[in-house]
């Protein structure tokens, strides 16, 4: 059975920095090409970032709204997906969610499993 | 950046009432649209990918279609598990984005 568990989140000041981290197992992590989802309480979902397999180089693409600011990195050795997220700012409150993609291509990159979610809050 | 715009919004129906969602995009985006379901406190849950086609598990009374801008997704017999939110997303470039949401809700 596919599981990713999402830990890492919770009540962190304006500018401050915190590191989500997803372990994924019931599956090759490491032939998989991974996102970051988030969605703000209320809202609907917002792509977050990719982080391509080894085959594709581990190449990342971010959303632009969080590009310069946080990082996505894997270690398949550990079967896990990282996100680390520096100068947060208020409007980067949501629950972050974890999901693998189903395939490589156009056609079927796109989010088969999620996480259940880890709630970040910035506040001060 | 691709917008996409869902409409309805929300829409108030029965079980067994037929259901139809659309999705517009603001450019071309061949046949790359997901549509996921989303139940309150629970993550979304992909039903079909590629404008068409069904993800495995998910029962045959979703159904989608549409090319280019327009896309709908139809729910052929309404069920009571069936209500919550819908949003479409976009697979065809970065960055990937998704529709404002059409909450289907008990009449």
């Known amino acids: 059975e596919v599981q990713l568990v999402e830990s890492g989140g919770g009540l962190v000041q304006p500018g401050g920095s915190l590191r989500l981290s997803c372990a994924a197992s019931g599956f090759t992590f490491s032939d998989h090409y991974m996102d970051w989802v988030r969605q703000a309480p209320g809202k609907g979902p917002e792509w977050v970032g990719r982080?391509?397999?080894?085959?594709?180089?581990?190449?990342?693409e971010y959303a632009a709204s969080v590009k310069g600011r946080f990082t996505i990195s894997r270690d398949d050795s550990e079967n896990s997906l990282y996100l680390q997220m520096n100068t947060l700012k208020t409007e980067d409150t949501a629950f972050y969610y974890c999901t693998r993609l189903a395939g490589t291509g156009w056609s079927n990159a796109v989010a088969d499993y999620w996480g259940q979610g880890t709630l970040v809050t910035v506040s001060s | 950046d691709i917008q996409l715009t869902q409409s309805p919004s929300f829409l108030s129906a029965s079980v067994g009432d037929r259901v139809t969602i659309t999705c517009r995009a603001s450019?071309?985006?061949?046949?790359?649209l997901a549509w996921f379901q989303q139940k309150p406190g629970k993550a979304p849950r992909l039903l079909i990918y590629?404008?068409?086609a069904l993800q495995s598990g998910v029962p045959s009374r979703f159904s989608g279609s549409g090319s280019g801008t327009e896309f709908t997704l139809t729910i052929s017999s309404l069920q009571p598990e069936d209500f919550a939110t819908y949003y479409c997303q976009q697979h065809n470039s970065y960055p990937l984005t998704f529709g404002g949401g059409a909450k289907v809700e008990i009449k």
């Open positions: 450019r071309g985006i061949s046949n790359y």
């Open positions: 590629s404008a068409s």
């Open positions: 982080i391509r397999n080894k085959a594709s180089s581990y190449t990342l």
